[in-house]
């Protein structure tokens, strides 16, 4: 597995568990061979990308552009899954909000994002209670709870 986390906004060394989400939400999906990155932006750029790719002009929490979508793209063996973008100022609105940790709110987009790039949605309410149970037991599992 290979995953770079870009330090565009704000990133620090408190993030570091996020390996450990990562590496969780992959063993559960029984995906070994990855290369993936994460990359943390402002409101500005997380609504540009939100208005360029979505047709939706405002800001979002996290956004994922996942390389395969009927096809598995490969590079020597490994699967390339895409890039994840990441609204840190979202991330703190939202943990103040929802009422839990930063640690809490970041997990959970890291997951949600790393799903949709393994092929996981929310279109339909069948779609989201499959993708959201999952986030819930990837969480659980390793004690980052509500």
């Known amino acids: ?18 390996n450990k989400v990562i590496q969780n939400t992959l063993k559960s ?18 609504k540009y990308l939100n208005k ?9 929490d996290v956004i994922s552009f996942a390389f395969e979508d009927k096809t598995t793209v490969l590079k020597k063996e490994i699967r390339v899954l ?23 709110e970041l997990s959970f987009l890291v ?6 790039l393994l092929g996981y949605d929310h279109q339909n309410q069948e779609e989201e209670k499959i993708m959201f149970e999952k986030q819930e037991r990837i969480l659980n599992a390793i004690h980052i709870l509500r």
């Not at 360029?52 to 800001?59: A, E, H, Q």
């Not at 997951?111 to 949709?116: D, K």
């Open 111 to 116: 997951v949600h994002g790393l799903l949709h």
């Open 52 to 60: 360029t790719y979505r047709d939706i002009n405002k800001v979002t």
């Open 29 to 46: 999906e029984k995906v070994k061979k990855v290369i993936f990155s994460i990359t943390f932006v402002g409101e500005e750029e997380i």
């Open 82 to 104: 895409g890039d994840i973008f990441i609204c840190i100022p979202r991330m703190k609105e939202q943990a103040i909000t929802y009422g839990h940790s930063e640690k809490r």
């Open 1 to 18: 597995m290979k995953y770079h986390i870009n330090n565009t906004y704000g990133y620090t060394e408190k993030y570091n568990y996020l």
